[in-house]
Every structure is written in C-alpha cells, then in structure tokens.
C-alpha cells in the first residue's frame, strides 16, 4: 500500500543532530534543557536520546555520532521545543560553552525563534510559544 503524506502524519518522523564528541554534545543539550539524555550504540553508531514518550506518536530523536554524521553550520535547520519561554532556554546556552547567533526574535502569531551554533558546530533553532 502506497499511503501519501496527509495532514495526519508527521512530515518528520525522526532527526539526528550531528556529533564529533558525543559526550560532550550530550553534556551540552542536558544542561540547556535541564533533561537526562539516555545513551546507546547501534550499528557502529553513538546515540544519545532526548526524551520522548513512544505512545504518543510525536517527533523523536537524538545525537549521532559516526562516520556519515558531521556537524555544520549549513544546510537543514531543526527548531527544538523550548517551551514555555525559549529565552529560559537560550539563557543557559552560552554558559553550556555555545554561541547564540540570533537573540529571542517574535515570529508573530507563531511565537518566538532564535538561533545558536551548538558545541559540535551545528546551525540549531529554539521555539516556543511566549
């Protein structure tokens, strides 16, 4: 069966942040969002989970870290939920060891975004409501 993608599915399903150090990646994200990241390996990859509950049918992902997994500042951009307020978030970025590279930015009706390269190097995105 051939199902199209509707307004009923995710149109991402699973994302990967790139890592060199997984570690150290994972020290980074954990302090930011204040979360226990769980570790595991697979395939002759390195993974560290960000929370997610797997009954809910919603977006999950982690860190990678191997070989096909390189971070840059180019390329996709993946907004991370920082609810209720991103700048609580975004407060703790540069005492995690990152770079903010855009402020706490109103996006109107849709909330707020702003943009950090993380410890690894990767261009990421923070949103939230308020």
């Not at 049918?57 to 500042?73: E, R, W």
């Not at 609580?88 to 909330?111: F, H």
Request: net charge negative.
């Amino acid at each position: 069966m051939n199902e199209k993608m509707s307004a009923e599915t995710n149109a991402i399903n699973w994302f990967e942040i790139p890592a060199t150090d997984i570690a150290r990646a994972k020290k980074f994200y954990e302090s930011i969002f204040e979360i226990k990241m769980e570790e595991m390996e697979m395939g002759g990859m390195k993974y560290a989970m960000f929370p997610f509950n797997p009954m809910i049918g919603k977006v999950a992902g982690g860190l990678a870290q191997s070989a096909m997994h390189t971070p840059a500042t180019t390329g996709s951009i993946i907004y991370l939920n920082a609810n209720p307020d991103l700048q609580l978030v975004l407060d703790r970025v540069e005492r995690a060891g990152a770079k903010i590279t855009m402020p706490k930015t109103s996006i109107g009706q849709n909330g707020f975004m702003a943009f950090f390269t993380d410890s690894e190097g990767n261009n990421m995105a923070l949103h939230s409501n308020t």
